[in-house]
């Protein structure tokens, strides 16, 4: 998958996007990254990227022009286009899921209080909210969304397994988990699980799953 990320903060989303898996998938090549400054498709001397909203009220918008050029010169007929706002449809497992399948992606980042919407209107494809909160700044949201769809591009994950046994994925949050040593300050891991028996542990994972959910998250089993 090629993912172009057009934002005003670059350095924003280099980092968490160039390390561990997320640079394993490039080197691999089941990712070509490339993250771009918008203000690079500004054409005059100042680089202007915002200006007063029409209306009155505070704060800046981002031009229209910058971003239809910056869009414009780097999709291709297959690609998708995604605005990222806090005003967007809110990404979930599903989303990244269907979002995994494309062949380009192209995401734009918003900023200040908004982005004129004849972006929304006449060239996004989507427009996607990662949460409802307000970040000071779409590039935040754009390395969430990437490593969430990126991860689920086949063969990025070493055990393709660990995609499937997600949260989420069931409807029902994943079963707690415990490692070495088996106690812990007086806390012994649950003996089930140190059985061997599958059958039992599976029936022990899926009750956890549940009273979890039911816990952290009563809306997903509604
Ligand atoms: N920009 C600011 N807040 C955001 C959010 N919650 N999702 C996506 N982009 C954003």
Known sequence: MRIDIITLFPEICRAPLSESIMKRAQENGALELRIHNLRD???????VVDDAPFGGGQGMVMKPEPIFAAVESLRRPNSVTILMTPQGKRFDQ???????????????????????????????????????????????AAVVFV??????IPGVLGDD???IDDSFRGGLLEA?????????????????????????????????????TRENRPDLLK
């Open 41 to 47: 498709w500004t054409t005059d001397k100042h680089h």
């Open 94 to 140: 599903t989303l990244a899921n269907e979002m995994s399948k494309q062949q380009h992606l192209v995401v734009l980042c918003g900023h200040y209080e908004g982005i004129d919407h004849r972006v929304v209107e006449h060239l996004a494809n989507a427009e996607i909210s990662i949460g409802d909160y307000v970040l000071t700044n779409g590039a935040i």
């Open 147 to 152: 490593d969430a769809v990126v991860r689920l």
């Open 161 to 163: 397994q660990s995609a």
């Open 176 to 212: 707690p988990q415990y490692t070495r040593p088996a106690e812990f300050r007086g806390w012994t891991v649950p003996k089930v699980l140190l059985s061997g028996n599958h059958a039992q542990i599976a029936a022990w994972r899926k009750e956890k799953a549940v009273r979890r």
